[in-house]
C-alpha cells in the first residue's frame, strides 16, 4: 500500500489537507511532534509521532509506510518570534526540512508539496501580487520559506525531486464538516482574537495601526479559506503525479478586507458587539496584501469555493464554539 506523507498534519492547515486527502481516497500517514499540531485532529489513520530534527525518526516512518509522496506543513510560523529568534526558525524551517528532503532521497521519493507565503514577496510593489513579483522577504520566517523554495531548485536538478510550491496568502476559515480548526498558543491571528472578543473570551481587539495608506487607516489582507487551500493540495499533488513539472503558485482569494472591515463582519455574523482599540503598528505589517491567484486557476484549474468572507468568519465561528468546549472538557 503506498502513502502520502503528511508532516505537520496535525497542525491547522496540515489537517485540513488530510481531510481533502482522504475524500480522494488516498492513504495518508500524518507525521508530527505534537509541538504546534493536536493530536485530536488525527482520527483513524496511521500517524507517526516523531520530529523532523530527528533524522532516525524520519527514517523509521518511511522504512514503516512505503511512502510515495510528502506534503510539507510542518514549521514555525510567527514573524515576530521569527524575527527575536531567528535560530529557532532557521533550525527548524530549513534545517529539519533539509532532513526530510534528505531521507527522501534515501528511500527514492521524488514528489513534494511544499507550504509556502506570501512573505516570501517582502512589501507589494505592485497589488495584487502575481509569481512573477521579485521575493525580497523581510522577515527570518519569510527568508527560511525563501531559501527552502530555493534549496527545492536545487533538489529538483541533482536528485529529480519534483515539487510543487504553494505560497499561501492570509489561511483562515475552518472544516465544514470535521472537529478541526485554528488552534494556536498562543493565537496572533486576527479573525480567531476577534471572535474571540466576539465570545467574551476576551475583552476587545487591538486594532495594530489606523494611520495606513488604505480607505479606513487599517491594513487590507487576502483571508483565504483553509479548505480552499487543502484543494489546491491535492490538484497540486495530482498535476505533479500526471504531468511531472515543478511549479509554485499563490493561494490567495484576490479580494481584500481591511481590519476595521473584518471586526464589522464578524460583529455582523456572531451578532456581538465588540470593543475596538487602537493601538501601535505591529512591525513589518504592509498596507495591503492581495494575491493574483490567476496562474493557480489557470494551470491547476483550483477556484476557490469557500473564500468569500461569510463563509470564512462563519466557519471560524462555529469552530471556535466547538474548541471552547474541547477546552473546557
Ligand atoms: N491584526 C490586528 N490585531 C491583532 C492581530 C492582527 O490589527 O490582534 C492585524 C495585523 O496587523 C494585520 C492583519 O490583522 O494587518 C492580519 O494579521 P494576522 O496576524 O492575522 O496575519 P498576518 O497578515 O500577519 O500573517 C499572515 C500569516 C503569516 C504570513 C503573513 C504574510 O499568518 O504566516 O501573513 O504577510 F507570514
Given at each position: 500500500m503506498k502513502y502520502i506523507l503528511v508532516c505537520g498534519g496535525a497542525g491547522y492547515i496540515g489537517s485540513h489537507c488530510v481531510e481533502e486527502l482522504l475524500k480522494k481516497k488516498y492513504n495518508v500517514v500524518v507525521f508530527d511532534?505534537?509541538?504546534?499540531?493536536?493530536?485530536?485532529?488525527?482520527?483513524?489513520i496511521p500517524f507517526f509521532e516523531g520530529d523532523l530534527n530527528d533524522i532516525d525518526s524520519i527514517r523509521n516512518c518511511f522504512k514503516k509506510y512505503n511512502i510515495e509522496s510528502v506534503m510539507h506543513f510542518s514549521a514555525f510560523a510567527y514573524v515576530g518570534e521569527s524575527v527575536i529568534d531567528p535560530q529557532k526558525y532557521y533550525f527548524n524551517n530549513v534545517v529539519n526540512t533539509l532532513n526530510l528532503l534528505k531521507v527522501m532521497n534515501e528511500f527514492n521519493v521524488k514528489e513534494f508539496i511544499f507550504s509556502s507565503t506570501c512573505?516570501?514577496?517582502?512589501?507589494?510593489?505592485?497589488?495584487?501580487?502575481?509569481?512573477?513579483h521579485g521575493q525580497n522577504p523581510v522577515n527570518p520566517y519569510g527568508k527560511t520559506k525563501f531559501f527552502v523554495e530555493n534549496i527545492l531548485k536545487d533538489y529538483e536538478k541533482s536528485y529529480g525531486i519534483k515539487h510543487i510550491i504553494f505560497r499561501y496568502f492570509n489561511a483562515a476559515g475552518a472544516s465544514l464538516?470535521?472537529?478541526i480548526g485554528e488552534w494556536h498558543n498562543p493565537e496572533t491571528h486576527l479573525i480567531p482574537l476577534v471572535l474571540d472578543a466576539a465570545s467574551g473570551k476576551r475583552k476587545n481587539i487591538t486594532i495594530f495601526?489606523?494611520?495606513?495608506?488604505t480607505a479606513d487607516g487599517t491594513c487590507i489582507r487576502d483571508y483565504i479559506h483553509v479548505i480552499d487551500i487543502a484543494h489546491a493540495h491535492i490538484l497540486g499533488l495530482e498535476y505533479l503525479k500526471k504531468t511531472g513539472d515543478s511549479d509554485f503558485f499563490n493561494i490567495g482569494s484576490e479580494k481584500g478586507f481591511s481590519v476595521q472591515e473584518i471586526i464589522s463582519k464578524c460583529e455582523e455574523i456572531t451578532g456581538n458587539k465588540i470593543e475596538r482599540i487602537i493601538g501601535q503598528r505591529r512591525e513589518g505589517d504592509p498596507d495591503i496584501l492581495i494575491a493574483d491567484s490567476s496562474k493557480i486557476k489557470k494551470v491547476l484549474k483550483w477556484k476557490p469555493r469557500f473564500s468569500d468572507i461569510h463563509t470564512v468568519i462563519e466557519s471560524a465561528w462555529k469552530w471556535q464554539s466547538k474548541l471552547n468546549l474541547l477546552i473546557k472538557n
Amino acid at each position: 500500500m503506498k502513502y502520502i506523507l503528511v508532516c505537520g498534519g496535525a497542525g491547522y492547515i496540515g489537517s485540513h489537507c488530510v481531510e481533502e486527502l482522504l475524500k480522494k481516497k488516498y492513504n495518508v500517514v500524518v507525521f508530527d511532534n505534537l509541538v504546534y499540531g493536536h493530536r485530536e485532529f488525527v482520527e483513524d489513520i496511521p500517524f507517526f509521532e516523531g520530529d523532523l530534527n530527528d533524522i532516525d525518526s524520519i527514517r523509521n516512518c518511511f522504512k514503516k509506510y512505503n511512502i510515495e509522496s510528502v506534503m510539507h506543513f510542518s514549521a514555525f510560523a510567527y514573524v515576530g518570534e521569527s524575527v527575536i529568534d531567528p535560530q529557532k526558525y532557521y533550525f527548524n524551517n530549513v534545517v529539519n526540512t533539509l532532513n526530510l528532503l534528505k531521507v527522501m532521497n534515501e528511500f527514492n521519493v521524488k514528489e513534494f508539496i511544499f507550504s509556502s507565503t506570501c512573505a516570501t514577496y517582502g512589501n507589494p510593489q505592485f497589488i495584487p501580487m502575481n509569481e512573477k513579483h521579485g521575493q525580497n522577504p523581510v522577515n527570518p520566517y519569510g527568508k527560511t520559506k525563501f531559501f527552502v523554495e530555493n534549496i527545492l531548485k536545487d533538489y529538483e536538478k541533482s536528485y529529480g525531486i519534483k515539487h510543487i510550491i504553494f505560497r499561501y496568502f492570509n489561511a483562515a476559515g475552518a472544516s465544514l464538516t470535521k472537529n478541526i480548526g485554528e488552534w494556536h498558543n498562543p493565537e496572533t491571528h486576527l479573525i480567531p482574537l476577534v471572535l474571540d472578543a466576539a465570545s467574551g473570551k476576551r475583552k476587545n481587539i487591538t486594532i495594530f495601526g489606523d494611520d495606513y495608506n488604505t480607505a479606513d487607516g487599517t491594513c487590507i489582507r487576502d483571508y483565504i479559506h483553509v479548505i480552499d487551500i487543502a484543494h489546491a493540495h491535492i490538484l497540486g499533488l495530482e498535476y505533479l503525479k500526471k504531468t511531472g513539472d515543478s511549479d509554485f503558485f499563490n493561494i490567495g482569494s484576490e479580494k481584500g478586507f481591511s481590519v476595521q472591515e473584518i471586526i464589522s463582519k464578524c460583529e455582523e455574523i456572531t451578532g456581538n458587539k465588540i470593543e475596538r482599540i487602537i493601538g501601535q503598528r505591529r512591525e513589518g505589517d504592509p498596507d495591503i496584501l492581495i494575491a493574483d491567484s490567476s496562474k493557480i486557476k489557470k494551470v491547476l484549474k483550483w477556484k476557490p469555493r469557500f473564500s468569500d468572507i461569510h463563509t470564512v468568519i462563519e466557519s471560524a465561528w462555529k469552530w471556535q464554539s466547538k474548541l471552547n468546549l474541547l477546552i473546557k472538557n
